[in-house]
T-cell receptor
Framework: GAGVSQSPSNKVTEKGKDVELRCDPI?????LYWYRQSLGQGLEFLIY????????KSGLPSDRFSAERTGGSVSTLTIQRTQQEDSAVYLC????????????FGPGTRLLVL | AQSVTQPDIHITVSEGASLELRCNYS??????LFWYVQSPGQGLQLLLK??????LVQGIKGFEAEFKRSQSSFNLRKPSVHWSDAAEYFC???????????FGKGTRLSVIA
């Protein structure tokens, strides 16, 4: 597709369950970012990929959060043993140095932990 | 550590009136600066960006922003607001365009008739 896509668009889960959020970046974009948007904290950086490697994981809030990227394309953000404070909108962005050094955002996944 | 301050949480303007949204940043060097807009239930759309050069940058939808190094500011302006401009606006800074961005808390814009 032309833009960044994310799935699912909405996810409701029970406390303690694991969830996987998917991001499909713009074709050819080598950089991929995960951010979290919540009412109290605003937009927070979680993790950054360049290709398949993650040079910056500094924003992951706990070891329950992990992410991977395969084939330099699709990325999955996994949250284990979800807690109510994980409820937020998870945004993915992609970018490329050769295409203007701009991050393009997907529509986000709205996660609600009951 | 870098930070971004958007002092106004919520602004209401009349349709056709001018608009200025404030953004101040704290950064060790000249940062890459961005303004994004988010409509309800949507992702972030880039309005404009500043990397270097002319300090007055033009963006989409008639928006412009001016980088003022002496004031560490990057305020967003529009001469005449349209009802469709109602949204949340985020200022962001980064070491480059391809490093993690630090966002301000956002300013919600309401437009009244």
């Amino acid at each position: 597709g032309a833009g960044v896509s994310q799935s699912p668009s909405n996810k409701v889960t029970e406390k303690g369950k694991d969830v996987e959020l998917r991001c499909d970046p713009i074709s050819g974009h080598t950089a991929l970012y995960w951010y979290r948007q919540s009412l109290g904290q605003g937009l927070e950086f979680l993790i950054y990929f360049q290709g398949n490697s993650a040079p910056d994981k500094s924003g992951l809030p706990s070891d329950r959060f992990s992410a991977e990227r395969t084939g330099g394309s699709v990325s999955t953000l996994t949250i284990q043993r979800t807690q109510q404070e994980d409820s937020a909108v998870y945004l993915c962005a992609s970018g490329s140095r050769t295409l203007g050094e701009t991050q393009y955002f997907g529509p986000g996944t709205r996660l609600l932990v009951l | 550590a870098q930070s971004v301050t958007q002092p106004d949480i919520h602004i209401t303007v009349s349709e056709g009136a001018s608009l200025e949204l404030r953004c101040n940043y704290s950064y060790g060097a000249t940062p890459y600066l961005f303004w994004y807009v988010q409509s309800p239930g949507q992702g972030l759309q880039l309005l404009l960006k500043y990397f270097s050069g002319d300090t007055l940058v033009q963006g989409i939808k008639g928006f412009e922003a001016e980088f003022k190094r002496s004031q560490s500011s990057f305020n967003l302006r529009k001469p005449s607001v349209h009802w469709s401009d109602a949204a949340e606006y985020f200022c962001a800074v980064g070491l480059s365009g391809n490093t993690p961005l630090v966002f301000g808390k956002g300013t919600r814009l309401s437009v009244i008739a």
